[in-house]
């Protein structure tokens, strides 16, 4: 499997930007997938994840309410609508993809099997 983030870039506080997450491969409908991101200086944290039904979605407290997690199999894509950025929220952003029809710890970098490379966001206050 090979994942693809776009989407990143500079925005100003309070506004918004919409992550996407191209995978190739046919078992991407039975793959849980995750946005985690990483700071500078910081490790890599939990952002959100999407249960491979579609029906069951996690996020981190901090993002809680702001970002919504979707995916459209039929595009074998995953988004992260982000809304409300804080300066906070700046971050390498990565997706990943979890084991097939195994989805115990979507909060955990070690719950995934798959990366993608990382991109930008940068929220400026």
């Known amino acids: 499997v090979q994942l693809q983030a776009s989407g990143g870039g500079l925005v100003q506080a309070g506004g918004s930007v919409r992550l996407s997450c191209a995978a190739s491969?046919?078992?991407?409908?039975?793959?849980?997938m995750g946005w985690f991101r990483q700071a500078p200086g910081k490790e890599r944290e939990f952002v959100s994840a999407?249960?491979?039904?579609?029906?069951?979605?996690y996020y981190a407290d901090s993002v809680k309410g702001r970002f919504t997690v979707s995916r459209d199999d039929a595009k074998n894509a995953v988004y992260l609508q982000m809304n409300s950025l804080k300066p906070e929220d700046t971050a390498a952003y990565y997706c990943?993809?979890?084991?097939?029809?195994?989805?115990?710890?979507?909060?955990?970098?070690?719950?995934?099997?798959?990366w993608g490379q990382g991109t930008e966001v940068t929220v400026s206050s």
């Open positions: 990943a993809a979890g084991p097939t029809f195994n989805f115990v710890r979507p909060r955990e970098v070690e719950g995934y099997s798959y």
């Open positions: 491969g046919r078992s991407f409908s039975s793959r849980g």
């Open positions: 999407i249960h491979w039904s579609g029906g069951i979605t």
